[in-house]
């Protein structure tokens, strides 16, 4: 439904493996002063001075990551190199190079390959990130994508999970939950789609909640407005899995516990809207939907005035003595227990 059904298919046979590579990187231009030598060689050459060297990688496999049914090829490229970069950023890092390995079957034509590297190379370049090497081989049956970014940053300015403390408060960038619902809005689409081909569909009220979960950006900016702002968080994740095990993560690699307060949650108006409609709880979106790829950190009180007039960012809580537990505080101001999946009552309900 949302993918152009490719006219031409030209099988990669035609083109063989060193043909295919050429035809995807030919057309990179190096734009990192740590880029000494990108694709074309056995190796990659990178040259960082008086720096951290940050690695992160990522493994997406068709069927349990990305649908292609909904997914169209340009924004899984896009949305794999963002799940990457996020991690950087979640390290208060800027990210610089990539390298993407694909394994193929030859389901895909090479006009399907060329749109996955469309995203990819349009993410590079957005994000000023060099592409500099890569693998590519077969596969039986579907598509897998494993990217590696590597960032740099100041031995001084990197940031881990484990560095919050007691009475950090604890702040998120943007909303969160709009790209679970995003993916609940294309499923049902699909549906509609398999019952119906001609039925077309409908997307006018959901365009951000489908906007990110197809087209999340990861949160470049926010390192750099820290830096600005002269705030070095004492901890800091990204949003992957959802607000409740991000927070878990920093307060079980810190040993700390948190107060996280329910009505404090930012939540853009399709999400509240859209879980009015479908009968779900906003709260538990944010906490467990996940691939929001928004940073979450904690900071120091004192820093409180440099950051609170920021639109892009949000206290929702604050960190506490480990034996005080993780809860979140809830409107009606109970409070129930933190876990991986939302929080403890909502598991009862089920
Ligand atoms: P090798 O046999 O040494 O693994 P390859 O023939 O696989 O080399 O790769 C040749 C060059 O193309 C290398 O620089 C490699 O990093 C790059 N490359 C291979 N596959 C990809 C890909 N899918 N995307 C980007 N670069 C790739
Ligand atoms: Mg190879």
């Known amino acids: ?29 190096l734009t990192n002063k740590s880029t000494i030598k990108g694709v074309g060689d056995d190796a990659a050459v990178l040259e960082f001075k008086n720096k951290q060297v940050l690695v992160t990688t990522d493994l997406l496999v068709e069927g349990i990551h990305f649908d ?39 389901r895909f034509p090479l006009e399907a390959i060329e749109e996955l590297y469309a995203g990819i190379h349009l993410a590079c370049k957005n994000y000023k990130v060099d592409l500099v090497g890569g693998d590519t081989t077969s596969s039986t049956k579907g598509l897998l994508i494993c990217i590696t970014a590597i960032g740099v940053a100041d031995k001084k300015d990197v940031v881990y999970r484990k560095g919050a403390r007691p009475n950090d408060l604890l702040v998120v960038t943007g909303d969160l939950g709009a790209s679970y619902l995003g993916m609940q ?70 040993k700390v516990g948190c107060s996280l307060f329910e009505d404090k949650i930012p939540l853009d108006p399709q999400v509240i809207s859209t879980c009015e409609e479908f009968k779900i709880d906003s709260t538990m979106v944010a906490l467990s939907g996940g691939e929001d790829y928004e940073l979450l950190f904690t900071i120091d009180t004192d820093d409180y005035p440099k950051i609170k007039a920021n639109p892009s960012l949000t206290v929702i809580g604050h960190m506490t003595d480990q034996q005080e537990g993780m809860h979140l505080i809830t409107r009606g101001n109970q409070k129930v227990e933190l876990t991986a999946q939302g929080w403890n009552s909502f598991l009862k309900n089920k």
């Open 68 to 106: 292609l049914a909904y997914m169209p090829l340009k924004h899984l490229g896009y949305k794999a190199v963002m799940v990457n970069l996020s991690d950087v950023y979640a390290m208060n890092g800027t990210a610089t190079q990539i390298t993407v390995s694909i394994a193929l079957s030859n």
């Open 185 to 254: 809005v294309l499923e049902r689409e699909k549906q509609v789609f398999q019952a119906n081909p001609n039925a077309q569909p409908d997307l006018d009220n959901y365009t951000y909640l489908v906007e990110r979960q197809l087209k999340p950006e990861a949160r470049k900016d926010i390192p750099v407005l820290l830096k600005e702002l002269g705030v070095k968080p004492t901890s800091m994740i990204d949003i992957s899995d959802g607000l409740s095990s991000e927070i878990i993560h920093i307060c079980q690699q810190s």
């Open 1 to 29: 439904m949302l993918d152009d059904k490719n006219k031409q298919r030209t099988s990669l046979s035609e083109l063989g493996e060193f043909g295919l590579i050429h035809h995807l990187t030919d057309q990179i231009k």
